[in-house]
């Protein structure tokens, strides 16, 4: 089974701020990856596909690179909208999720 | 627009079946390209991935479940429905349905269920 790791667990950041979280797998699934954003008591919404791919009607704060086992997501300006649940997924073989990394009001 | 929703008993006993309904509408079920998956989240918990049935009908599951999960589709109805046999409390969760792009959009879920909560009572 594929692994998948987030860090930080959780970060406080200021709206303006530049977030950026990294995900990374335990074997390489070259770009099998995708963000997701979710907010209490939402299902998830997919943010970036392909590891790089800007889902249509995201924003374009949001960005996404890497490739092999360690990916980033970044948001280059936080938004108060912004604040919410971040995960990782491949699916590369199986699908797995990262535990998520939570986004607070500093 | 395609939307997803979720419909299944909330309680269900320890050792029975659960058994969820996803209805598909604004879109059908049977174009080719999607996958339609099943994932679930345990009470502050992250998500897991319970598996997915292609239009054609072939299934994957999580093997972490395999054993106890079942996916169907049902194309006269816009409809496809999981089964996960013999629950116990770590069964309970929040159970979300969602339609998944294929391999040129890595599997991606696009479009998701609202979800339904399934408590296993003992």
């Known amino acids: 089974d594929i692994q998948m790791t987030q860090s930080p667990s959780s970060l406080s950041a200021s709206v303006g701020d530049r977030v950026t979280i990294t995900c990374r797998a335990s074997?390489?699934?070259?770009?099998?990856l995708n963000w997701y954003q979710q907010k209490p008591g939402k299902a998830p919404k997919l943010l970036i596909y392909?590891?790089?791919s800007l889902q249509s009607g995201v924003p374009s704060r949001f960005s996404g690179s890497g490739s092999g086992t360690d990916f980033t997501l970044t948001i280059s300006s936080l938004q108060p909208e912004d604040f919410a649940t971040y995960y990782c997924?491949?699916?590369?073989?199986?699908?797995?999720f990262g535990p998520g990394t939570k986004v607070d009001i500093k | 627009q395609v939307q997803l929703q979720e419909s299944g008993p909330g309680l269900v006993k320890a050792s029975q079946t659960l058994s969820l309904i996803c209805t598909v509408s604004?879109?059908?079920?049977?174009?080719?390209?999607?996958?339609w998956n099943w994932i679930r989240q345990h009470p502050g918990r992250g998500l897991e991935w319970i598996g997915y049935?292609?239009?054609?009908?072939?299934?994957y599951y999580n093997p972490s479940l395999k054993s106890r999960v079942s996916i169907s589709l049902d194309t006269s109805k816009n409809q496809f429905s999981l089964n996960l046999s013999s629950v116990t409390a770590a069964d309970t969760a929040v159970y979300f349905c969602?339609?998944?792009?294929?391999?040129?959009?890595?599997?991606?879920?696009?479009?998701w269920g609202q979800g339904t909560t399934v408590t296993v009572s003992s």
């Open positions: 969602a339609r998944g792009c294929g391999a040129d959009c890595s599997y991606g879920m696009d479009v």
């Open positions: 604004g879109g059908s079920i049977s174009s080719g390209g999607y996958y």
């Open positions: 049935i292609y239009y054609s009908g072939t299934t």
């Open positions: 074997q390489r699934i070259s770009n099998y």
């Open positions: 392909a590891a790089s």
């Open positions: 997924q491949q699916s590369y073989s199986a699908l797995t």
